[in-house]
């Protein structure tokens, strides 16, 4: 057993540590190990911190020796995603300019990690900016998917998923701003959770390029995973306003029994991988089984308004940092200047109307809530593409632009929605695939429910890719 002590489920390990038959210590070190085994073929983890890891490692042993653990979160290895403060490592944002960026703070997501007792084994890859949907920067350089190397694991939290897929860590915080938890879990066989907005308040960050759809969450192999680690992260901080709301939603009571679900195979004419499709339908079929309404039809919501504001909301975010910081700029990758080029182009009323846009969907969203309790839909809409390319150019024979591969989940960071995804059965050539379920404001733990009753239903804890 002890050879493979990086497959054991966070809540297991936690186990362990209360009944003596495992140590943090122990644990960290296999972690480690696994780390040297896998990295050098993945490039999940770009920053370690091994020595302090260990230390602390140490350190939660002698708390559960004395039985006064910090939380069930002590002892428990993590990784951090490259676009979120760390007190002591670089933040460098996938780009050269930030190679050495310190602030001496932790994110507050993170902080609340580290006073519980995790223990962080490192910072994980991102694309530059952390803007698009695979990882490669010129930083580190590509990260392989574990289910096969030569392919992307997704982005922007490709290394985030790459880490707890080939079982270097079985929890990493990492960063949702239009789908960068959702499709790489999709990718690797994972659990991510994009909270409600405001649900884990942020402190202690980055510049914002995607307005306030920039959400902390966790990503995990099983439900129970990502809430133990939501669970730390998560409650109201001052420096947060929407946190207050979120904690309040949260509070209110929740539906009992079966629950009125609405399955959206595609939106619009944009099209989806067959065996996605195939996947996902008898996923939703699943949740059926278990007692639950399901009702096929279209998402009863106009985005095609985002199909075009989409890019440009990126390209304004980067227009505003590049003018904040020009030697940021100055290093950056051409296309990333470009971007900001064409941002600064676009006109101010057009941000405005994005803003009134955003309101609106969020309104819109509520009825959408008041009809059923979880919309169903898949994560992504293609299988992972070669690792060198930030997109598929191709889904079941059409050609698609940049977003084509993401255009199931940016429209829920807009609303402020939370959403769940989960493994659904693998494609024919044994690819992870995903569906998200998506809830009304504050319904995170509604959802966390199901996925965990659909996880007993169809588990996926025990597929691990052959590295």
């Known amino acids: 057993m002890d050879s493979l002590l990086w497959q054991l489920s966070a809540t297991e390990l936690q186990r362990r540590y209360r009944d003596g038959s495992l140590t943090p210590l122990a644990v960290a070190q296999a972690c480690l190990a696994r780390l040297e085994a896998v990295n050098p073929r993945l490039n999940a983890v770009v920053q370690r911190r091994d020595a302090d890891f260990l230390q602390e490692?140490?350190?939660?042993?002698?708390?559960?020796?004395?039985?006064?653990?910090?939380?069930?979160?002590?002892?428990?290895p993590l990784t951090v995603k490259d676009s979120l403060y760390t007190a002591d490592l670089p933040t460098s944002w996938g780009t050269r300019a930030l190679r050495a960026h310190r602030t001496g703070e932790d994110e507050l997501a993170v902080a609340r990690a580290r006073a519980a007792g995790a223990l962080i084994a490192g910072k994980t890859n991102v694309p530059e900016f952390a803007l698009e949907g695979y990882t490669d920067?010129?930083?580190?350089?590509?990260?392989?998917?574990?289910?096969?190397?030569?392919?992307?694991?997704?982005?922007?939290?490709?290394?985030?998923?790459?880490?707890?897929?080939?079982?270097?860590?079985?929890?990493?915080?990492?960063?949702d701003g239009g789908g960068s938890i959702r499709r790489p879990v999709s990718h690797t066989g994972l659990v991510g959770l994009k909270p409600t907005i405001g649900a884990v308040p942020r402190q202690h960050v980055l510049p914002s390029l995607l307005l306030d759809f920039e959400i902390i969450g966790p990503i995990a192999r099983t439900v129970a995973d990502a809430r133990l680690l939501f669970e730390v992260m998560r409650g109201p901080a001052a420096a947060d306003r929407l946190s207050l709301a979120a904690a309040h939603a949260a509070a209110q009571p929740r539906r009992a029994g079966p629950l009125r679900l609405l399955y959206v195979?595609?939106?619009?004419?944009?099209?989806?991988?067959?065996?996605?499709?195939?996947?996902?339908?008898?996923?939703?079929?699943?949740?059926?089984?278990?007692?639950?309404?399901?009702?096929?039809?279209?998402?009863p919501l106009d985005l095609d308004f985002f199909s075009t504001a989409w890019p440009q909301i990126g390209q304004i975010g980067l227009a505003s940092l590049f003018e904040q910081h020009p030697d940021w700029a100055a290093q950056a990758s051409p296309k990333y200047r470009d971007m900001?080029?064409?941002?600064?182009?676009?006109?101010?009323?057009?941000?405005?109307?994005?803003?009134?846009?955003?309101?609106?969907?969020?309104?819109?969203?509520?009825?959408?809530?008041?009809?059923?309790?979880?919309?169903?839909?898949?994560?992504?809409?293609?299988?992972?593409?070669?690792?060198?390319?930030?997109?598929?150019?191709?889904?079941?024979?059409?050609?698609?632009?940049?977003?084509?591969?993401?255009?199931?989940?940016?429209?829920?960071?807009?609303?402020?929605?939370?959403?769940l995804a989960l493994p659904t059965a693998p494609s024919q050539e044994g690819l992870p695939i995903g569906m998200q379920m998506v809830g009304a404001y504050g319904s995170d733990d509604l959802l966390l429910d199901l996925g965990a009753a659909y996880e007993a239903a169809a588990p996926w804890a025990d597929r691990w890719p052959a590295l």
């Open 57 to 76: 490692a140490q350190a939660a042993t002698r708390r559960f020796q004395a039985g006064e653990p910090r939380s069930a979160l002590d002892g428990i």
């Open 340 to 419: 900001a080029e064409q941002g600064r182009q676009l006109p101010a009323a057009l941000l405005w109307q994005t803003l009134e846009r955003v309101r609106q969907l969020r309104r819109e969203s509520v009825a959408l809530f008041e009809r059923f309790d979880v919309v169903v839909m898949p994560s992504a809409a293609a299988l992972p593409w070669p690792r060198g390319e930030a997109y598929p150019r191709r889904i079941d024979g059409q050609a698609v632009g940049p977003r084509g591969h993401a255009i199931y989940t940016g429209w829920v960071n807009a609303a402020g929605l939370p959403a």
């Open 137 to 175: 920067n010129p930083l580190y350089g590509p990260t392989g998917n574990p289910w096969n190397p030569e392919l992307t694991p997704g982005g922007s939290s490709g290394g985030a998923v790459a880490a707890v897929a080939s079982g270097i860590a079985p929890l990493a915080i990492a960063q």
């Open 265 to 299: 195979e595609r939106l619009g004419a944009a099209p989806l991988d067959p065996q996605i499709a195939a996947s996902v339908a008898a996923g939703a079929a699943r949740l059926a089984a278990l007692g639950h309404a399901v009702e096929s039809g279209p998402l």
